[in-house]
């Protein structure tokens, strides 16, 4: 029968693994080899050994460490465990900055002919004076001719003789987002499943709009699986149209897709792997009817419901194909957009202002009354850990009705939350 060795699992380190072999040699092999020097050939490969040993120790220590994300290096990583805890990391922050928008109309017995009120379309343009001229764009549709408490429209008297008033000046504050709206199109052939592009660009913030050579929108969802957006309807003529003048409702979306920052700094935009269509349809959600079962009198009450999505599917969404997909982005932001106050000037695009009279069109102006803010580089690793693990203990739950109070309480004004 073979002799037992008395072998140890501990040791980590060269001198551990070498001290060790030593020991081994001096204990099973006192007759064989007693030559311990260090220039030896016996303590050639007992040194070999242990250099291999402790190469070997080191990296099984790398590999449990890079799966705990306390202690992970590695971007690839840190930016894996940050999306499986459910926080996005972020390459480029925009900075946000509110936007005086002007112009001038005429006066008709010293009041505002608002019939030459124009409506700017959105995703507006502009460009700072400053340094490194950083590029800003409004994201919604400036409408001069409503004004309500959540967006006024001032007007104030521009240019009069003696007691007549000759012309009026219109003025709404918007939001403007730092960055530069980029486009790429794609071929696509025959379908794929999951289908996977790549955005290789510098300081991407993210995805404006998808759409097909069909004119279809393809919508960001936060994961496959979930097969509903919430989508800004205008309220039309409804009597309460002045106070909340867009709703939310709830669309079907089988066109979708979800995105991911890799730790290079270019984006993945990942879609679907089913083939066949679906139609589009606006759902009204009832959240009273959660947990009230099914016809067979199965209860659904001990089941978790995402609070933004209260229907799964199994399919993950449709697969583009033969198709030439549009896709808009946005890249910018970073610290240097944070400029300074009426730097804010310049348009770079503006679409085709509209009304009932258009001849104001050449009057409208832009400034930044206050600094741009907000603008950050990319998350550091630690920011990257510290806000994962802030972002896993949210989970984005709703359970009491204070929590479903805070989230109607928390969406902007225009659906009137408050």
């Known amino acids: 029968?073979?002799?037992?060795?008395?072998?140890?699992?501990?040791?980590?380190?060269?001198?551990?693994?070498?001290?060790?072999?030593?020991?081994?040699?001096?204990?099973?092999?006192?007759?064989?080899?007693?030559?311990?020097?260090?220039?030896?050939?016996?303590?050639?490969?007992?040194?070999?050994?242990?250099?291999?040993?402790?190469?070997?120790?080191?990296?099984?220590?790398?590999?449990?460490?890079?799966?705990?994300?306390?202690?992970?290096?590695?971007?690839?990583?840190?930016?894996?465990?940050?999306?499986?805890?459910?926080?996005?990391?972020?390459?480029?922050?925009?900075?946000?900055?509110?936007?005086?928008?002007?112009?001038?109309?005429?006066?008709?017995?010293?009041?505002?002919?608002?019939?030459?009120?124009?409506?700017?379309?959105?995703?507006?343009?502009?460009?700072?004076?400053?340094?490194?001229?950083?590029?800003?764009?409004?994201?919604?549709?400036?409408?001069?001719?409503?004004?309500?408490?959540?967006?006024?429209?001032?007007?104030?008297?521009?240019?009069?003789?003696?007691?007549?008033i000759n012309t009026f000046l219109l003025k709404k504050t918007v939001k403007a987002f730092s960055g530069e709206v980029k486009t790429k199109t794609v071929s696509i052939g025959s379908p794929e499943r999951f289908k996977t592009i790549t955005l290789e660009d510098s300081n991407i913030i993210g995805i404006l709009d998808v759409t097909d050579g069909s004119a279809n929108d393809w919508y960001e969802v936060p994961y496959l699986a979930q097969d509903t957006i919430f989508e800004e309807t205008a309220n039309g003529n409804r009597t309460d149209a002045n106070l909340a003048p867009y709703l939310l409702t709830l669309k079907k979306a089988p066109r979708r897709f979800v995105t991911r920052f890799t730790s290079t700094g270019n984006l993945q935009i990942q879609f679907g792997a089913g083939t066949n269509s679906q139609s589009d349809s606006v759902i009204t959600p009832d959240p009273t009817n959660v947990g009230l079962g099914t016809g067979n009198g199965i209860s659904k009450i001990d089941v978790a419901y995402d609070p933004s999505n209260f229907m799964f599917t199994g399919t993950y969404g449709l697969a583009?194909?033969?198709?030439?997909?549009?896709?808009?982005?946005?890249?910018?932001?970073?610290?240097?957009?944070?400029?300074?106050?009426?730097?804010?000037?310049?348009?770079?695009?503006?679409?085709?202002?509209?009304?009932?009279?258009?001849?104001?069109?050449?009057?409208?102006?832009?400034?930044?009354?206050?600094?741009?803010?907000?603008?950050?580089?990319?998350?550091?690793?630690?920011?990257?850990?510290?806000?994962?693990?802030?972002?896993?203990?949210?989970?984005?739950?709703?359970?009491?009705k204070e929590d479903y109070i805070v989230r109607a309480l928390s969406l902007p004004s225009k659906f009137i939350s408050s």
Do not use: C, H
Not at 349 to 362: F, V
């Open 1 to 164: 029968m073979a002799e037992e060795r008395d072998i140890k699992y501990v040791n980590k380190t060269f001198s551990d693994f070498r001290q060790q072999l030593i020991d081994y040699a001096k204990n099973y092999f006192p007759d064989t080899y007693n030559d311990f020097s260090p220039t030896s050939p016996g303590m050639m490969f007992m040194e070999m050994a242990s250099y291999v040993g402790d190469v070997l120790s080191f990296y099984q220590d790398i590999q449990l460490q890079e799966t705990l994300l306390q202690y992970a290096q590695e971007p690839g990583n840190l930016y894996s465990l940050a999306y499986m805890m459910g926080y996005r990391p972020k390459i480029s922050t925009a900075a946000t900055v509110d936007i005086d928008v002007f112009q001038q109309v005429d006066a008709i017995t010293n009041s505002p002919n608002w019939d030459q009120a124009l409506v700017i379309p959105e995703n507006t343009q502009l460009e700072s004076t400053a340094g490194g001229q950083a590029r800003f764009f409004i994201d919604e549709k400036v409408n001069f001719g409503f004004s309500s408490s959540y967006s006024p429209t001032d007007v104030s008297v521009y240019a009069s003789s003696g007691n007549t």
């Open 320 to 400: 583009p194909a033969n198709t030439t997909l549009t896709i808009r982005y946005l890249v910018g932001g970073g610290v240097e957009a944070n400029v300074p106050a009426n730097t804010i000037t310049t348009v770079i695009n503006q679409g085709t202002a509209t009304g009932t009279d258009t001849s104001q069109a050449p009057t409208i102006a832009y400034n930044n009354p206050r600094a741009a803010s907000g603008g950050k580089d990319g998350d550091t690793a630690e920011e990257i850990r510290q806000n994962s693990l802030k972002a896993y203990s949210e989970q984005l739950r709703a359970v009491t």
